[in-house]
């Protein structure tokens, strides 16, 4: 089975400063590992995802995320905080097969001018 | 475009009735997906759906809650006799197949119970 945890469930930043969300992950199996972005009144959009391979993944709009097995984490960074990047950010991982994903609880993100 | 569509985006409707909410995943996708999403709240998932084995029906809250899927495609979430409790945005998400391909979520049906 497979659970997420994603710690702090607002985070703020200023407009320029490094964005850093974190999700831990537990899995009994190589997990696969995702971050969605919501906007407003809107689903989920597909930000990265790590199934195989290279463990630092990039994303759309310049985030990036490093797969740590040791750490069971795959924390979210972005180098310069960006108005537009206002939104609720959810980590969520799967296993193999017919395993459904997992979504954590989310953090939502602030930007401070 | 082909995404996933829901319908309504909003319904309001009084305690005690019973209501239906309709997915229509983006064509070829296997997996099919309900969550609800509550003011403040993460994604809980509800049910899932993959290709023609029985559905996980692991996250339902109640037995007032219940989700079709008719032919591998469309997939109808019905909740009965309402509570206020069940106001929530109910999303609904497809993919290809299950675990390593990335969810497409609908906007979502912004639920109300008065």
């Known amino acids: 089975a497979q659970s997420v945890t994603q710690l702090g469930s607002h985070v703020s930043v200023s407009e320029g400063a490094l964005v850093l969300l974190r999700c831990n992950y537990s899995s009994s199996v190589p997990p696969y590992l995702f971050w969605y972005v919501q906007y407003p009144n809107q689903g989920l959009q597909l930000l990265l995802k790590y199934t195989t391979g290279a463990t630092l993944v990039k994303g759309i709009n310049g985030f990036e995320a490093e797969f740590k097995k040791s750490e069971t984490s795959f924390h979210l960074t972005k180098p310069s905080a960006h108005m537009s990047d206002a939104a609720e950010y959810f980590c969520?991982?799967?296993?193999?097969?017919?395993?459904?994903?997992?979504f954590g609880k989310g953090t939502r993100l602030h930007i401070l001018p | 475009g082909a995404g996933v569509s829901q319908s309504p985006s909003n319904k309001v409707t009084e305690k005690g009735k019973d209501v239906e909410l309709r997915c229509d995943p983006i064509?070829?996708?296997?997996?099919l997906y309900w969550y609800r999403q509550s003011l403040g709240q993460g994604l809980e998932f509800l049910i899932y759906?993959?290709?023609?084995?029985?559905?996980?029906k692991s996250g339902l809250p109640s037995d007032r809650f219940s989700a079709e899927r008719t032919g591998g495609s469309v997939s109808t979430l019905t909740i009965q006799r309402t509570q206020q409790e069940d106001s929530a945005v109910y999303l609904c998400a497809s993919s290809l197949d299950s675990s390593n391909q990335p969810q497409h979520f609908g906007d979502g049906t912004r639920l109300s119970i008065l």
């Open positions: 969520a991982v799967s296993g193999s097969g017919d395993d459904k994903i997992i």
């Open positions: 759906f993959q290709g023609n084995s029985a559905p996980d």
């Open positions: 064509s070829g996708h296997t997996a």
